[in-house]
């Protein structure tokens, strides 16, 4: 059975870093893409970043260029998404998806994590 599990949110302050995980179990990491996406108070769901199945291609939301990474270690079986110099407007929900191919756009993603909260506040 495929699952999804997020791990490694939490509250921090403006301009700190966080490290969120996501591991993947019932299915090869490296066969699928795999895509990290957020979700605000009264906002709609949106991606932030993801990454190829089989060669790294990875791609970002112009929101996070810079600031966030997206990796993949198929030996654990997890993806990861490092946050850097976060701000307020980063809060959220974020989720991680299983994809066919790596694009920001939620509908290309068939299964979900169950989502971790992610404050930045002072």
């Known amino acids: 059975q495929l699952q999804l599990v997020e791990s490694g949110g939490g509250l921090v302050q403006p301009g700190g870093s966080l490290r969120l995980s996501c591991l993947a179990s019932?299915?090869?990491?490296?066969?699928?893409?795999i895509g990290w996406f957020r979700q605000a108070p009264g906002k709609e769901r949106e991606g932030v970043a993801c990454?190829?199945?089989?060669?790294?291609?990875?791609k970002y939301a112009d929101s996070v260029k810079g600031r966030f990474a997206i990796s993949r270690d198929t030996a654990k079986s997890t993806v990861y998404l490092q946050m850097s110099s976060l701000k307020p407007e980063d809060t959220a929900i974020y989720y991680c998806?299983?994809?066919?191919?790596?694009?920001?756009?939620?509908?290309?993603?068939?299964?979900w994590g169950q989502g971790i909260q992610v404050t930045v506040s002072s």
């Open positions: 998806a299983v994809g066919r191919r790596y694009t920001l756009a939620t509908s290309e993603y068939d299964y």
């Open positions: 019932g299915f090869n990491l490296r066969d699928y893409a």
């Open positions: 990454i190829s199945r089989g060669l790294t291609i990875t």
